[in-house]
RNA sequence: GGGGGCGUGGUGUAGAGGCCUAACACAUCGGCCUGUCAAGCCGAAGAUCGCGGGUUCGAAUCCCGUCGCUCCCGCCA
């Protein structure tokens, strides 16, 4: 790291260095004045190191020391010498270096917050910031990490025989799937490129193309609405693999995860390996989620069978027009207000409200309680409710059912503690539908996109029945967060045709816009699948952040602007005109 | 498109109809101080409470609108 200005980082001395006479610059972190003596913490990207300027030494450089503030750009030269009292909060805290020189190579206005201070600042504040709050050292670790990541993800890749290959980022717009960002032509007026969603048309073209192991650190734009995990721009691992199925995509990037929390976050426990797998049914099922966080129980229970032939009318009613009737056990005891605040929640995802049991000192009460007592000790025993536990109930249509008490499981386990923000919860969750029904639309529409595989066993069930299609699809959940998601491709046009018809996609629109794959598909596909990583969620939860912003270095806000840089913007009358392009007046 | 939260000196917060001539901490400026490391002590400056309207004798506080940030639903193959 030695350069013209340094011959160390101010997170690189250590006991050893004492006695050697060593230059050493960065930023003025903290400054203490003691009268004749003047302590100055200088920091970089690299660590903090203690300079002491001695009026009595060093008059010059105390001087000096004794005009500069805050983040100015100071150049420090002396011996390093053992302290008389440790630092242990410190990685240089054994030695710290006495000034001979100390000069200013950049002064700095008084920053508009407290770099040196970790605070909960406006996140407005510190977007218009960015190159200051980069310098705190919770960002600075963020950026370390994801370079750590993504330097672990390409040496793990190269060294299983993959090659990174670009692709354009100027495609063509395709109507499945996100909005697009589109990119007016300036050489053909009235015509638009899109920036892609991901690569993987490209990416299975160059499969057909024998590249046979490629993968890409791709940056993916959607035009679609930020949330605190959602960015216009966002960056996937991107990966596809020849001759492959699901098990070898699956333990190739199994292995990867494993290795990579070893590497980077070694003191975080994976909670299970090999990674459980789950089929999207019993995560539906079970979690009412299709990415459940493992890290905690209180898994729902279908009641429908106890009720079938309950004196009850409501989930009498429900289970006899098909609807559920699904349970979590909560090993507490709640209030009639808390089970008010939490029946909001039901009933903010579709359930008409929230139903619950009380097991207290013998007792059995709440809202439901003379209804269950001729099935309460199977109830109990299919719970595992005990004394001191409360069971809450939603009866509604499956799906409602699944969901609000899904949801109201995610809030408890997080609103009771039951999470161990430190753990690590992978688990691989297969066999999703390949098709959901379009109500709207009045047709089906992909889960995954329209180039998975349908499941071998299930491919006669495409013409009849294709809600029933399973997906040979997986996708790799951590914490309760997709962190991957991928597939095996359909290789055969005939079957591509068939998909692209029951999405809607009709042969004409199917040549405009998919030709080239479907075309490509007749010059010997191989049998192909891959994966794609969230890439800055997966960073996020290695990094133990809620959000992606805290680990992209220029995020923009969830109004999708830069208030660093004002982006969006107007541009000049003139740069429309050469692409053809008026602002319609907003209406 | 919809719902919730927040907006008070540079920063982070307190104040929730009259105790506000707006409080505290940090930062800033001046002074003292030779072993601190979130240094300490003394002092000073700094806010028409996001903006606009309304209610009221009286608004940082209540109401409406608007802007900004944020969380969620929709959306995100």
Known sequence: MQTAYRTHTCGQLRREHVGQTVTLAGWVHRRREHGGLIFVDVRDRHGLTQVVCDQAAAPEAYARAAEIGSEWVVQVEGAVAARFEGNPDLATGEIEVRAAVVRVVNASKVPPFEVARDLNL????????????????????????????????????????????????????????????????????????????????????????????????????????????????????????????????????????????RAVVPDRPIRQVPFPRMTYAEAMRRYGNDKPDLRFGMTMEDLGDLFATSDFAVFRSTV????????????????????????????????????????????????????????????????????????????AARKVAEDS????????????????????????????????????????????HPFTAPHPDDVSLLAGDPGAVRAMAYDAVLNGVEVAGGSIRIHDSAVQQHVFALLGIDEAQARTEFGHLLDAFQYGAPPHGGIAWGFDRTVMILAGESSIREVIAFPKTVAGTDPLTGAPAPVPSANLDLLGLKVAPRT
Request: glycine share 6%.
């Open 122 to 261: 406006d996140e407005a504040q510190r977007l218009r910031y960015r190159y200051l709050d980069l310098r705190r050292e919770r960002m600075a670790r963020n950026m370390d990490l994801r370079h750590r990541v993504t330097a672990f993800v390409r040496q793990a890749l190269n060294e299983h025989g993959f090659i990174e290959i670009e692709t354009p980022i100027l495609t063509r717009s395709t109507p499945e799937g996100a909005r697009d960002f589109l990119v007016p032509s300036r050489l053909n007026p009235g015509t638009f490129y899109a920036l892609p969603q991901s690569p993987q048309q490209m990416k299975q073209l160059l499969m057909v193309a024998g590249m046979d192991r490629y993968y890409q650190v791709a940056r993916c734009f959607r035009d679609e609405d930020l949330r605190a995990d959602r960015q216009f721009e966002f960056t996937q691992v991107d990966i596809e693999m020849s001759f492959v199925d699901e098990d070898d995509v699956m333990a190739l990037n199994e292995q990867m995860f494993i290795d990579l929390c």
């Open 320 to 395: 006899d027009s098909g609807g559920a009737i699904k349970a979590i056990c909560v090993p507490r005891l709640f209030s009639r207000k808390e089970v008010g605040e939490l029946e909001e929640i039901v009933k903010a995802f579709g359930a008409g409200g929230l139903a619950w049991v009380a097991f207290e000192n013998g007792e059995t009460r709440g809202s439901v309680a003379k209804w269950v007592a001729d099935v309460e000790p199977a109830l109990r025993e299919r719970l595992g409710a005990a004394d001191g536990h409360t069971v809450f109930i939603v009866a």
């Open 405 to 448: 008490l899904g949801r109201l499981r995610l809030h408890l386990g997080e609103a009771l503690g039951l999470i161990d923000p430190h753990e690590l919860a992978f688990l691989w969750l297969i066999a999703p539908p390949l098709f959901e029904w379009n109500d709207d639309e009045q047709r089906w529409d992909s889960v995954h």
